[in-house]
């Protein structure tokens, strides 16, 4: 009987929409951050032990490839064969999600315990499969919650996570147990005293960093963030290269002017490689030894500028020098005029955005895939190998710091690692320099933000927290900002012409600059030093379970189902 099976199939997928909904509301920049601390109580319930999973796991796929898609539309503009693929995988979260769930509400596990092992293992899975993608998790909504979110400095991001997921599990268990007449259980009191313990004790923690770290943060160095807002297929018009770099050079005067130690310029904003080992085989007047003396005769004398722009490696092929390797590179000009002989190269690449999968295992797929990209040339980059720490110096004064270049905010083991070096010392500050100039769209003239710019600021507030720093944000269409250690996003500054509200600082008008004071931290926190030990533990747990419902798929006998 179709009809019926039509029915089944939608009546299984509306309580997962439901939960795709609040997950997706609670995110920047809607803000609607009580909506994560019930987004998954509708799938929970959904997942009934008696329905088919030949019906519920489609239903949650197609659920889940809309959620995807809608979510992640911003990748349109960077390739769509990349954004198509991309949703298409990170779908397949979805089905594997429920059968977890139907497996423990099968065996009647709490959910209070058993959510946040499955929601928040599938997050640390997603943060590392396929390069990992740490986004819309659900300790994000709660950016602007500071006191529920300090101890991150002790967890990580998906400390949160685990508690938002403990109070979805124990709405969901109440609610079973409402359906069938036994709410007054002593377990569920027993859950709600020992999650609102929790609760009450991370809240606690919040309240007290926030009121107790003055002795462990000074004032440093004055720094200046530039912003342009210029669209990528724009950017990428090798003959707007030299007025893009006047617009980097004004703004950065105005910068200096107002006191800035160091000027940041957004990624690879510079169009031209800028290594000296590659300028040294090409003539005077090409644009990129232009660009170069340039940036050396504007930094002379003014201060720090810390550039955006790629970097190659020469090899020879019969003699005559060749392109080998292509990098996105952060440079740093000193105010002696001179290059600082460190750089760095981004470590963590996007796929499809940096570089195309599957060129030497699939190069029929890579082929085609390349025809579809923006680019009609090779633009495969390679991945850098080395955590740089720069530094600046002015009066006598020292401070060093670490670039994370574009996406590299969203890594919290990258960012640990360039936060403390090899030999246990702590860098001052942290500077995120972006291109976010694909996820806009662009109409008339005028660039119109997306999600994505709000979402990114978000997520940095997270690094700063498990690390207890600063970080600078320069991007090219916003959104430009400091953040402190204590996750605060500065929504004012010393001298600017963006918006005194970081949040606004997107869209058509958001060309501008601002000069703040870096926030330093003394301490060197728990996640700093030991990195993600509950990541490790929730993604071996989350495998536990998805195995342990295989096998009894597999091998285990057919017993009742209870509600």
């Known amino acids: 009987m179709p009809e019926p099976k039509v029915k089944t199939f939608f009546g299984a997928a509306g309580l997962p ?104 293992g599938a997050e640390a899975w997603q943060s590392v499969l396929f390069t990992g993608f740490s986004w819309y998790f659900l300790a994000h909504s709660q950016y602007r919650n500071l006191s529920m979110i300090q101890s991150c400095d002790i967890f990580g991001q998906l400390g949160i996570s685990v ?174 005029g001179q290059q600082n002989p460190s750089r760095y190269d981004k470590m963590h690449l996007v796929p499809f955005g940096e570089y195309i999968p599957f060129r030497q295992t699939l190069p029929w797929l890579y082929g085609i895939i390349h025809r579809l990209s923006p680019y009609d040339y090779d633009y495969n980059l390679t991945p850098g190998q080395k955590y740089t720490r720069f530094s600046i110096e002015k009066e006598g004064r020292r401070y060093s710091f670490g670039v994370l270049i574009c996406y590299e905010d969203t890594d919290s083991t990258l960012c640990r690692k360039m936060v403390l070096d090899k030999e246990g010392k702590k860098a001052d500050f942290l500077v995120n320099i972006s291109n976010d100039g694909w996820y806009v769209r662009y109409k008339d003239g005028n660039v119109f933000p997306t999600v994505e710019q709000a979402q990114r600021m978000a997520i940095t507030v997270f690094r700063c927290i498990e690390n207890r720093i600063s970080i600078l944000r320069s991007v090219n269409t916003g959104i430009s900002c400091l953040i402190d250690p204590m996750g605060r996003i500065r929504d004012d500054y010393i001298a600017g012409s963006l918006p005194k509200e970081s949040v606004f600082r997107q869209g058509p008008q958001a060309e501008g600059w601002f000069v703040d004071r870096i926030v330093l931290d003394s301490r060197i926190s728990f996640f700093t030093r030991w990195g993600r030990r509950l990541d490790g533990l929730l993604g071996i ?23």
């Open 17 to 120: 929409a439901l939960s795709a909904c609040l997950l997706t509301i609670c995110q920047a920049p809607y803000d609607q951050a009580w909506a994560a601390w019930l987004a998954w109580v509708p799938f929970l319930l959904a997942c009934r032990p008696q329905l088919s999973l030949k019906v519920l796991l489609p239903a949650v796929y197609g659920i889940w490839l809309v959620y995807w898609l809608v979510n992640l539309c911003w990748l349109v503009g960077v390739t769509f064969p990349g954004y198509l693929a991309f949703c298409l995988v990170q779908a397949c979260y979805g089905p594997v999600l429920a059968f977890a769930v139907q497996f423990v509400r099968r065996k009647q596990w709490p959910l209070t315990l058993s959510a946040p092992l499955i929601m928040v």
């Open 163 to 336: 508690l938002i997921a403990a109070v979805n599990g124990l709405a969901a268990d109440i609610l079973l147990d409402v359906f069938s007449n036994q709410f007054r259980r002593l377990a569920n009191f027993i859950k709600a005293a020992g999650v609102g313990l929790l609760l009450g004790l991370n809240w606690s923690y919040g309240i007290y960093q926030l009121n107790h770290a003055q002795p462990f943060l000074s004032d440093g160095p004055l720094v200046g963030a530039v912003q342009t807002n210029i669209p990528s297929h724009i950017k990428e018009l090798s003959e707007n290269g030299p007025a893009i770099l006047q617009t980097l050079l004004d703004l950065s005067e105005r910068c200096f002017r107002a006191g800035a130690w160091m000027a940041a310029w957004p990624e690879t904003m510079v169009l031209a490689s800028l290594n000296p080992d590659y300028l040294y085989y090409l003539p005077p007047e090409s644009t990129a030894r232009q660009f170069d003396r340039q940036i050396r005769q504007f930094a002379e004398g003014r201060g720090y500028l810390l550039v955006g722009a790629h970097a190659v490696r020469i090899s020879t092929s019969s003699g005559e020098p060749v392109v080998a390797d292509q990098y996105n590179t952060a440079f740093l000009y000193e105010p002696t």
């Open 541 to 563: 747990a989350f495998l536990g379970i998805v195995s342990a419902a295989l096998a009894d798929k597999l091998f285990g006998r057919k017993k009742g189902n209870p509600v």
